[in-house]
């Protein structure tokens, strides 16, 4: 019967909580056992916010892996953007470079021609030089030899001497000057008309013959030239669209057109007489005169311009 009612006691223990309470207040272990399963409930919602704090890290430390991976994609595409942005960059620069070395080589070979040009102008002119004061000393002592005899032989005749010198030197120097202007002039017409043969036959640049006779025109007919330039849609001047450009200048109110050539044939006229007609499509309004200026003009050509009513200048 002991042993029974010890097997109940413990099985009371073990399934009974209120019995287990009572047993431990009567032996002084209630207020352990109820601090114990207070404990044991605190440790189990401390052991369940750990789990549940644990899960959020994992899932923080996921998103930021995820958000690392998309921020070095990003970043990789980024480096490959610029990358091939300065190759591109590299390229230009290259570029810019090969065509600046190029014009700084083209504008050497120029100055180098200048300077030789003038050079070979100061050896000329210190020819020229030399002979004038070999002439000039020449004639002063030829002058010399008369001015003693006129000295013995009168005052007076020497005073007249020197004045109908006076008066020589002067007339002399006009007529020096007057010669210089004209060799000068002559030298510019000749230059003008070498240059033409040189775009003619592809000695030097179509281009910068107008340039120069652009200046001509500037100076010796007051017409202050500039470039009008319009893009043809139809072909109506070269049978194919295609950029037009014409000098363009106005004096005394009147519009003229220009075409500046180192050679004129009568198909060059035609195309002048279309680009004028071309220009009064495009502005409204037709020009008052339509200059062809060259060296040499074909008699073709001489009468083409005759017919399309287009003057031709050749005293360049």
Do not use: C, Q
């Not at 309470?21 to 272990?29: D, F, K, Q």
């Not at 290259?94 to 504008?107: A, N, S, V, W």
């Not at 004045?163 to 003008?192: I, P, Q, S, V, Y």
């Not at 519009?255 to 495009?282: G, Q």
Request: net charge negative.
């Amino acid at each position: 019967m002991a042993v029974r009612l010890k097997k109940n006691i413990l099985k009371l223990l073990k399934e009974d909580e209120e019995f287990r309470y009572a047993v431990a207040g009567l032996i002084g272990l209630e207020e352990i056992l109820k601090r114990l399963d207070k404990h044991e409930a605190e440790l189990v919602k401390l052991r369940e916010e750990t789990n549940k704090l644990r899960e959020d890290m994992i899932a923080g430390f996921r998103r930021y892996d995820e958000e690392f991976v998309r921020l070095r994609e990003e970043m990789v595409a980024g480096f490959r953007r610029h990358d091939e942005e300065i190759t591109k960059l590299r390229e230009d620069m290259m570029l810019g470079f090969k065509r600046h070395d190029e014009e700084i080589t083209k504008l050497r070979e120029d100055m180098i021609a200048g300077f030789k040009r003038h050079d070979e102008e100061f050896i000329r002119l210190r020819e020229e030089m030399a002979a004038g004061f070999k002439r000039h000393d020449e004639e002063i002592t030829k002058l010399r030899e008369d001015m003693m005899l006129g000295f013995k032989r009168h005052d007076e005749e020497f005073v007249k001497l020197r004045e109908e010198m006076m008066l020589g030197f002067k007339r002399h120097d006009e007529e020096l000057a007057r010669l210089r202007k004209d060799m000068t002039d002559g030298f510019l017409l000749m230059n003008r008309h070498l240059d033409a043969i040189g775009a003619r036959w592809g000695l030097m640049a179509e281009s910068a013959f107008r340039e120069g006779l652009r200046g001509v025109l500037e100076k010796e007919l007051g017409l202050h030239v500039e470039k009008w330039t319009a893009y043809d849609e139809e072909g109506y001047v070269h049978g194919y669209p295609s950029t037009v450009d014409i000098d363009l200048a106005v004096m005394d109110g009147k519009t003229i057109l220009v075409e500046v050539k180192s050679y004129v044939r009568r198909s060059d006229i035609v195309e002048f007489s279309r680009k004028t007609e071309f220009y009064a499509l495009k502005t409204g309004k037709a020009a008052e005169r339509k200059l062809m200026v060259s060296p040499y003009v074909e008699e073709e050509a001489m009468e083409a311009a005759r017919n399309l009513g287009i003057e031709v200048y050749t005293k360049v």
